[in-house]
């Protein structure tokens, strides 16, 4: 029981890799803050929950200082303490920065950067109370190897490594760690969705699986792993890195 005794918040936990994450940590032993914009969250903080004293849903839009707040407060009211959060919660936008609205452009630097921003500032004075703290934010191989089309999600991914390797130097003397995971390409419903927008589903997903050097996509479980291992002990001595997990393919497409 890697968390025994932890509570951990974790955000975009109705799906995808927030659920799979939820549900990891929650094995591992911590009492878990599922939050999501959607009331799905919901069954999940249920279906996670041993007896129900162990998870809490919140529904908020982490966007929203007001809402951020509000996490972090109930959060404390509920588990009396914070030791893991994990800024999950992100929206994609496939399209080129010629084509992309300024409201567009806003709308994805506010969920998928400053998002991450405003829920590491209200909650590191709770972080701080506890030894052995750590944030993991969830980044994306678009943060060193990107496609065509993906100008304002890219730049918000690239954004959150950036933030989290100045905040890890900032919470270092504070005994908290900051990381960030990097996932390549993950079934999830985000890739469904591009999925739907392209005109040959078979052809992208071919194009695609040649880009993937251990020839197949990823699952949010396996992100998930990897997330616990940056929130355990087993991490101590790991801060302001990120970890990829996306099957070879930044190293294929990476020229840094």
């Not at 109930?74 to 080129?96: Q, S």
């Amino acid at each position: 029981m890697r968390l025994a005794d932890r509570v951990a918040v974790v955000t975009g936990a109705a799906h995808g890799i927030g659920e799979a994450t939820a549900q990891r940590l929650s094995q591992e032993g911590a009492a878990v803050v599922v939050v999501d914009v959607h009331e799905d969250g919901e069954q999940v903080a249920r279906r996670i929950g041993v007896d129900g004293s162990r998870t809490l849903f919140i529904r908020a839009d982490v966007s929203s200082e007001v809402d951020v707040d509000r996490i972090c407060s109930e959060t404390k009211r509920a588990f009396g303490r914070l030791d893991v959060l994990v800024n999950n919660a992100a929206i994609t936008l496939p399209k080129g920065f010629e084509s992309t609205t300024p409201a567009e452009w806003d709308r994805v630097q506010g969920i998928n950067l400053r998002a991450f921003y405003l829920t590491m500032r209200a909650a590191a004075p709770l972080l701080r109370e506890n030894k052995g703290s750590a944030v993991v934010n969830v980044a994306s191989f678009h943060a060193n190897a990107t496609i065509e089309n993906f100008a304002a999600y890219a730049s918000a991914k690239s954004g959150v490594i950036g933030l989290t390797r100045s905040s890890a130097l900032d919470l270092a003397p504070h005994g908290v760690r900051v990381n960030a995971v990097c996932p390549g390409i993950v079934d999830t419903a985000m890739w469904q969705a591009w999925l739907a927008e392209v005109e040959d589903v078979e052809a992208t997903i071919r194009d695609v699986l040649k880009l993937q050097p251990l020839g197949r996509i990823g699952r949010p479980a396996e992100v998930a792993n990897a997330i616990l291992f940056l929130a355990s002990d087993e991490a101590a001595y790991i801060t302001g890195t990120a970890l990829y997990v996306d099957g070879g393919v930044t190293a294929r497409l990476s020229h840094v």
